[in-house]
C-alpha cells in the first residue's frame, strides 16, 4: 500500500528505549533491530530522491527513521515492509493511527515488486541466525538465478533482493555491517555491486559508536545510482557525523578504477590506500610461511590445567604439555621461559592435557572425572576418537592476537610452549625460517602494523579480528629489503624489546619508506 506524507500528520520521532522496554532487548536482538540514526537516514532519504523519483521503498521500516527524514514538503509515495507485526503495533498506538503503507511480511520471502529508490538498514543477524536461510536461497536461486553462499548473512541478502529489484529509474542507499568486503560470502554482493558500473560510493562510518550505540560490527554506506555508469568507485571514511556529505569534501576518500576492481579480492584496504607507496618492496606474508589458529579444545575446562592441578592429580609429565592458554598471560612483545617459569609459579592455567594411548592411571581417572561431567559429549569431543585427544600441533614462533582493540599483539616466542585459540600460530616454511626475526620487527613497528591492519576484520566498539587467510595475505617486506637490515643491528633491536617492551625508534625508521 502507499501513503502520501501530505496527508499524514506525526507527533514526532520515535524513541528507541520507549519501544526496548516495551518489547524488550532480546525481542530487539531476536529480529537483528539497529536503529538509524536521524541523520545517516536524512543523508540516504535525500541522496536517493535527487534521482528525481517520488517512490521510496523501505525493505526493513523498524521505527520509520527513513520515513521520518523525508521533508514534508515533498508529495513522495513511500512504502515499506517490516516482519515484525510487534514494532507496527507499537507505532499504531503510539500515534493512534494506521502505518497501511506498510507490509507486514518477510521482505526475503516475499518477491515481485520493482521500486525507483530504495534506502534500507537491513536487519543485523550472523549465518547462524539466519534460521530460514535454506528456503531464502531456494528463493534466489528460482527468482533471481542467484546462489547465496552458506555464510551469507541476512543483510547481503537484503542487499543482493533490493538491487535485483530496482526498475533503473532511481538510487539505492544501504547500510551495511563493513566485514563483505572482505570475506568470502561478500564476494557475490560485490559481483553484483560493480557488474554494471552503478555503485557510487561505500561510506565507511568510523563513528559508529554514535551512530549505532549497540552495533556489534562496524558499518558502511552503499550509495548505488541505476541510471548512471562511473569510471571510479569512491571510498571514503568519516569519524563524524559532520562529515557526511556527498561532495567528499570532509573525511578520507580514495577513487579506485572500475577496471581495478576484483570481487575476489578485499575491499577494506582501499579506505586506506593512500597511504601506500609501492608494493614493490612488498610481498605476501605466505611466502614466509603461514598462520593458523591456536588448538581449539572443544572444553578449556578439562584440558588447561594449572601447575597445582598436575600436582593433586599426579598426572605424569608426559601427559600434559606447555602452553599459552590466555592472551592476558603474555604481557610483553618477546615470550621467553623465565616468563612461562613466572606463570608456574603464579599458578596460572599453563599446561594442555594431552594423554597419549598407553595412559597412567591417574591419567584414566582424570578421564574419567571428564566424562562423568559431560566434556566427552561437547561439540568439538563427541566428533574427536578418542575424545580427549586434542590437536597437534608445534610451538609457534610468532604469535598473534586474534582479537585486539588499538592495535594488535605479536609475540616472539622464545620456548616450546604451545598455545590455544587466542593466538594465531606462525610456522614458517624452509625459505622463511632464516626471517622469523625480522618480520618479528616488522610486525612490531608503526608502518608495519598499519599495512597488516588493512586485512583485519572491524567489528564494532573498535575489535578488531585477524583471520588465518587473512592475514597470511598480508604485504610484508621481500627478502631484497630484509636483507639489507644487518643481523647485528636485528640483535640489537631484539635486547632492546626485551629490555623496554617496545620497538626502537630506529627501526620503524627502517619500515617508514614502506609508507607515504
Known amino acids: ?281 612488498l610481498v605476501h606474508l605466505s611466502s614466509y610461511g603461514v598462520f593458523n589458529r591456536g588448538i581449539a579444545t572443544g572444553a578449556n575446562e578439562f584440558f588447561v590445567l594449572r601447575p597445582s592441578d598436575v600436582q593433586n592429580k599426579k598426572i605424569f609429565k608426559d601427559e600434559y604439555l606447555p602452553c599459552i592458554t590466555r592472551s592476558s598471560h603474555v604481557k610483553n612483545p618477546i615470550f621467553d621461559y623465565g616468563d612461562f617459569d613466572q606463570l608456574m609459579k603464579d599458578d596460572n592455567t599453563v599446561f594442555l592435557f594431552s594423554a597419549h594411548a598407553n595412559h597412567s592411571h591417574e591419567a584414566e581417572q582424570y578421564i574419567q572425572y571428564g566424562q562423568k561431567n559431560g566434556f566427552h559429549e561437547r561439540f568439538l569431543t563427541k566428533n574427536r576418537k578418542p575424545w580427549y585427544k586434542t590437536e597437534r600441533r608445534k610451538p609457534a614462533p610468532l604469535l598473534l592476537g586474534v582479537f585486539s582493540r588499538g592495535g594488535y599483539k605479536i609475540i616472539l616466542n622464545r620456548t616450546n610452549t604451545l598455545n590455544l585459540t587466542c593466538f594465531h600460530g606462525f610456522q614458517p616454511n624452509l625459505f622463511g625460517t632464516k626471517y622469523i626475526k625480522p618480520l618479528f620487527l616488522y610486525l612490531l613497528s608503526e608502518s608495519g602494523k598499519k599495512i597488516v591492519s588493512l586485512v583485519m576484520r572491524n567489528y564494532g566498539d573498535r575489535l578488531d579480528k585477524f583471520e588465518p587467510n587473512d592475514i597470511n595475505q598480508a604485504l610484508v617486506p621481500s627478502t631484497h629489503f630484509f636483507d639489507k637490515i644487518q643481523d647485528d643491528m636485528t640483535e640489537q633491536a631484539i635486547l632492546y624489546i626485551k629490555k623496554n617492551g617496545a620497538v626502537p625508534s630506529w627501526v620503524d625508521d627502517i619500515f617508514a619508506s614502506l609508507i607515504n
Not at 507527533?11 to 540514526?37: L, P, W
Not at 539466519?130 to 541478502?157: D, M, P
Not at 548512471?228 to 577513487?255: A, Q, W, Y
Request: charged share 25%.
Open 1 to 281: 500500500m502507499i501513503q502520501k506524507f501530505s496527508t499524514m500528520n506525526l507527533c514526532a520521532m520515535f524513541e528507541e528505549h520507549d519501544y526496548i522496554s516495551k518489547v524488550g532487548d532480546n525481542h530487539r536482538k531476536s529480529y537483528g533491530q539497529y536503529f538509524t540514526h536521524p541523520e545517516i537516514a536524512r543523508f540516504m532519504v535525500n541522496w536517493v530522491l535527487e534521482s528525481g523519483v517520488d517512490h521510496i521503498h523501505d525493505p526493513g521500516f523498524g521505527l520509520g527513521a527513513f520515513y521520518h527524514a523525508v521533508n514534508r514538503k515533498h508529495q513522495i509515495l513511500f512504502t515499506a515492509t517490516e516482519i515484525d507485526r510487534k514494532i507496527i503495533n507499537y507505532l499504531e498506538e503510539k500515534n493512534s493511527c494506521f502505518f497501511n503503507f506498510i507490509k507486514n511480511d518477510d521482505y526475503l520471502m516475499s518477491w515481485g515488486m520493482k521500486h525507483g529508490n530504495i534506502v534500507c538498514n537491513p536487519p543485523y543477524m550472523r549465518f547462524q541466525k539466519f534460521a530460514n536461510r535454506h528456503s531464502v536461497s531456494g528463493l534466489f536461486q528460482e527468482k533471481i538465478n542467484l546462489r547465496l553462499s552458506g555464510y551469507t548473512n541476512v543483510a547481503s541478502a537484503f542487499l543482493l533482493k533490493s538491487l535485483s529489484e530496482l526498475d533503473g529509474t532511481g538510487r539505492l542507499a544501504y547500510i551495511m555491517p563493513i566485514e563483505f568486503l572482505n570475506t568470502g560470502y561478500g564476494e557475490i554482493v560485490k559481483s553484483k555491486l560493480i557488474e554494471n558500473r552503478h555503485l557510487f560510493a561505500i561510506i565507511k562510518i568510523d563513528c559508529e559508536k554514535d551512530v549505532f550505540p549497540d552495533a556489534i560490527t562496524s558499518i558502511c554506506m552503499i550509495l548505488y545510482d541505476s541510471k548512471r555508469n562511473f569510471d571510479e568507485l569512491i571510498f571514503h571514511t568519516i569519524k563524524k557525523i559532520g562529515e557526511l556529505t556527498v561532495h567528499f569534501d570532509k573525511g578520507v576518500s580514495t577513487t579506485v578504477s572500475y577496471a581495478r576492481l576484483k570481487a575476489n579480492e578485499k575491499w577494506a584496504p582501499y579506505f586506506q590506500e593512500k597511504r601506500i607507496v609501492s608494493t614493490k618492496n
